[in-house]
């Protein structure tokens, strides 16, 4: 056989080799991780969610639908969001609780809202798991700079936002996305070979101290995550640190929404850890009581509505058992105070 026929045959071999295992590993990677995806890193203020996306996602025992808007924030539909209304609008910021883990859109306390004020105002929900001041500075400045326009901004300050101050204290935000690392993401979202073979020697490569890893956003490293507030010891190891920084980055954010004629709002709600061990003049409160005082914006504490019964039945009654997240009735039950504390008048 001529040497140029035994070339053409072994490229079309590899050719079709080829060919199958890229289809091969796609289909792989469209069975088994293409819903792990909608969680991605972003290069100004950490991570958020993928814009104009459907996702299954599960939650302990509750598998539930989570659907972005096209700025990727937790919404009803798949919609496209105008930079500017006519309307009214609130802007909502804050972590799990805020994003309604476990829970699809319209079972949500945000959710709750929207629906309710559907007809005079428009309600954003920019919450994201494991956000804390630090990110809702950066994140309320980057729409702000987008262009985005709101008249208020409801800040949900959260028990875990003092330890994820000391974990994001390091990173910094870039003003422009690193594309090296878009590639990565895309391809371990769709490539199963990738992300199981090949990823490690990439992400070496672009290991850097200035982040905490996007698959590293549910787990906290510091011991005692929500006790800081009624446990000295804890408070005096890093709970006090943290919550100096949660006060310097809200300063920040609350100087920019004065500066952009926005209005900021601050709420604060209790863990069941709280409820069992703390009481409704925790620390959480107190600080950000005397803060709003300092800085003359309204508080919203709903702490005391946690602690008007037994303690082990306000827990079962509003959390999802063995959980830190408010269960159906607990968002309900948000949404009705805040609808009561804010909305209504």
């Not at 496209?80 to 994003?99: A, P, Q, W």
């Not at 993401?185 to 199963?192: C, E, F, K, T």
């Not at 620390?283 to 950000?288: H, N, P, S, Y």
Request: hydrophobic content about 40%; aromatic content about 16%; some cysteine.
């Amino acid at each position: 056989m001529p040497a140029n026929k035994t070339t053409l045959y072994l490229f079309i071999i590899l050719f079709f080799s080829f060919a199958f295992f890229v289809v091969f590993d796609l289909a792989l990677g469209y069975f088994l991780i293409r819903q792990e995806g909608i969680r991605i890193p972003h290069h100004y203020y950490h991570h958020c969610l993928r814009p104009m996306t459907e996702s299954e996602a599960v939650w302990g025992n509750n598998t539930y639908i989570i659907r972005t808007n096209s700025l990727g924030f937790k919404d009803a539909d798949m919609r496209c969001v105008e930079l500017k209304t006519d309307m009214r609008r609130t802007l909502f910021m804050g972590d799990s609780f805020t994003e309604g883990i476990g829970y699809d859109f319209e079972e949500t306390f945000v959710g709750l809202l929207s629906q309710r004020t559907k007809d005079h105002i428009e309600i954003l929900n920019a919450g994201v798991v494991s956000y804390s001041p630090k990110t809702y500075y950066l994140k309320t400045e980057y729409l702000i700079k987008k262009g985005l326009e709101f008249d208020e901004i409801v800040i949900m300050l959260d028990i875990s936002d003092i330890q994820d101050e000391i974990i994001y204290e390091y990173f910094t935000p870039s003003e422009k996305p690193d594309y090296l690392k878009k590639i990565d993401i895309r391809l371990s979202n769709y490539s199963y070979s990738y992300r199981h073979l090949f990823r490690n020697i990439l992400k070496r490569l672009l290991s850097s101290d200035n982040e905490t890893d996007i698959s590293e956003i549910f787990q906290g490293t510091l011991p005692d995550r929500g006790s800081w507030s009624y446990d000295d010891e804890v408070f005096h190891d890093w709970g006090k640190r943290g919550l100096a920084l949660a006060g310097l980055n809200m300063e920040n954010l609350i100087a920019l929404c004065k500066e952009k004629g926005i209005k900021p709002v601050i709420a604060v709600y209790p863990w069941p850890a709280q409820i069992m061990n703390d009481s409704s003049e925790s620390r959480q409160v107190v600080f950000w009581e005397q803060f709003c005082k300092a800085e003359g914006i309204d508080f919203i504490n709903l702490f005391p509505y946690f602690f008007v019964e037994d303690s082990h039945k306000t827990v079962v009654k509003y959390f999802i058992e063995g959980d830190d997240h408010w269960n159906a009735k607990g968002h309900k039950y948000i949404a009705e105070l805040l609808f009561e504390k804010w909305f209504e008048k």
